[in-house]
């Protein structure tokens, strides 16, 4: 005999209102009580009582939300993410230890040469000139070899200025930049500095703190940088002070300039003097101002916009051999070597470009990714190995490690986590990282 | 105070839950409170109560067994949390310190 049924309209209607996590225990309860009726009343009456119950229970307490339990967030996901990954993590420390730590050695040591990879390629963008200033090179013939090298002669400067002006925008004739004794009062240091014509604080850009990057017209003047500045004069405000350079001449500082950055060609020195002090306090430099064949100075210029580097090089290839009989046997060619190859192309074999730092910067580059695809390749083994292991255990002979349907997920979570992490999700980058977590632990 | 809430018929709950001890489900605290009270509980009504005692925090539940007469439900017992006894507690100090604020006179009522 198959136990008395209640009414089925009545529990279907029951268990379509009731809140899922009271309907198995209630529906226990009404049946318990139903089959009790049965037995001491009858069907009939148990029926009747039966109906009364489900509609005694069809109140707020009880019926269920109208639409289903919908997660706001996805949190409860992601939370079952990261503690599942943890577990596992911590479950094989030395695996979790050897995987990670060896990923993260790979990365940091890819991230560090990608950071002077940047370092050595971002080299003199400080300057907001950088793409037009150049520096003027000469190669010259000696003993059947060719020798190019930055050094120039004073005559070339003014030549360029005269014949070749329309293609400059500034020229800027400079000394090397040497150790000089700087005092003011009891203060003495020694600051690396050069000697230059007026133009070269505007060509640079020189970030200004005080006074302004006209500063060098005046012959006794100098422009010192904050560090200096502070060295010498500490609090005190350094702008028209007068400074002993050399303890042979005086000078006016006339402003103040932002230390230059690290990644600078110009870096090296400290304070830049005008070119016409030089002049006055080194007797010997006069004669060489028309002396073709004392290649003692270094010359930059930048260049006017619409001037090209290639066709101004060609252009004064020849002035030195043209205006000097005695200078043109050793077949000085003039060129113009721009900024952005200052500082990783400046080699030169035979009179040819033949790169420089820059074969280092490849070299590190090509290592870098190397150790990072080895990083990866180990990392992906380590974590496959891991995860047959698992798999091996598991009922589904499919499974890859992931679980296909994540625990706390909504049904919508579920089916974008059926197709996989590649679908747009969109909390996509927070769910990756998850993944990720979960992937290490294997 | 709103510290603890506790309604008349959440309080016959609660401590009928107390009696039946390791015994008190939706059926047995119905019974229960039916033949010591003699006033008939409803399904509905037990359930609202045992629910929201329970997202109090004043009761907690175990899974029972799943018996043939429940048409293999389980059974959901019910049992005091300390939350739900310190509830009780107060809810009965509350009600001896009104008591013993009623001065005599005030109960000495003559049936004529």
């Known amino acids: 005999m198959t136990p008395p049924r209640p009414p089925q309209l009545f529990l279907r209607f029951f268990r379509w209102y009731c809140k899922p996590r009271l309907r198995n225990h209630l529906e226990g309860d009404l049946m318990e009580l139903y089959n009790e009726r049965c037995a001491a009343w009858g069907k009939r009456t148990a029926n009747r009582k039966f109906i009364v119950d489900v509609l005694q229970m069809f109140r707020p307490g009880i019926i269920r939300p109208l639409h289903d339990h919908k997660p706001i967030n996805h949190y409860g996901m992601y939370k079952s993410y990261f503690k599942i990954g943890w577990r596992n993590l911590a479950k094989n420390k030395g695996y979790s230890f050897i995987n990670i730590g060896g990923l993260a050695m790979g990365l940091m040591v890819a991230m560090l040469i990608g950071l002077w990879i940047y370092d050595e390629l971002s080299f003199d963008t400080y300057h907001e000139n950088y793409k037009d200033i150049v520096q003027v090179m000469q190669a010259q013939t000696v003993d059947g070899s060719v020798i190019t090298e930055p050094p120039v002669p004073w005559p070339l400067e003014t030549e360029l200025r005269n014949t070749y002006g329309s293609d400059f925008k500034y020229i800027v004739l400079a000394t090397w930049i040497n150790y000089h004794a700087l005092s003011h009062g009891e203060e003495k240091i020694t600051k690396l500095g050069i000697y230059a014509q007026p133009d070269l604080p505007e060509m640079i850009s020189l970030h200004m703190i005080a006074g302004t990057r006209n500063g060098l017209r005046d012959a006794n003047s100098i422009l010192v940088s904050a560090s200096t500045a502070r060295a010498l004069f500490g609090a005190d405000d350094p702008l028209n002070q007068t400074i002993h350079i050399d303890g042979r001449h005086d000078a006016k500082i006339t402003g103040v300039y932002e230390d230059l950055p690290h990644n600078t060609t110009f870096r090296d020195f400290q304070f830049i003097s005008t070119w016409d002090l030089y002049v006055t306090t080194e007797p010997w430099i006069k004669p060489s101002a028309t002396n073709w064949g004392n290649n003692s100075f270094q010359l930059f210029a930048q260049l006017n916009p619409h001037s090209d580097i290639n066709n101004v090089s060609k252009k004064i290839e020849n002035v030195k051999a043209k205006n000097s009989k005695e200078e043109a046997v050793l077949h000085p060619r003039i060129f113009l070597h721009p900024m952005r190859d200052w500082r990783l192309r400046s080699e030169w074999k035979n009179g040819v470009h033949s790169g420089g730092r820059i074969q280092m910067v490849m070299l590190f580059g090509v290592i870098g990714v190397f150790v990072l695809l080895l990083a990866c390749i180990n990392f992906m083994n380590l974590s496959t190995a891991r995860s047959e292991k698992r798999a091996k255990g598991s009922r589904h002979s499919h499974d890859d490690g992931f679980r296909a349907t994540p625990i706390g997920a909504a049904i919508s979570e579920r089916i974008v986590s059926r197709r996989g992490p590649g679908v747009y999700h969109r909390a996509g980058v927070c769910r990756r990282i998850a993944l990720v977590v979960q992937r290490i632990g294997g | ?112």
């Open chain 2, 1 to 112: 105070m709103k510290k603890y809430q506790l309604g008349e018929f959440e309080e016959i709950v609660m401590l009928t839950v107390g009696i039946l001890y390791n015994e008190a489900y939706g059926v047995s605290i119905k019974k229960d409170i039916e033949t010591r009270l003699s006033r008939n509980v409803s399904m509905g009504a037990l359930h609202t109560a045992l629910t929201r005692l329970e997202d109090k925090g004043y009761l907690k539940t175990f899974d029972g067994e799943a018996t043939e007469e429940r048409a293999g439900r389980p059974r959901k017992y019910y049992q005091i949390t300390a939350l739900g006894k310190r509830a009780m507690e107060y809810s009965r100090s509350t009600r001896e310190e009104l008591w013993r604020a009623i001065p005599k006179m005030a109960l000495q009522v003559k049936i004529v």
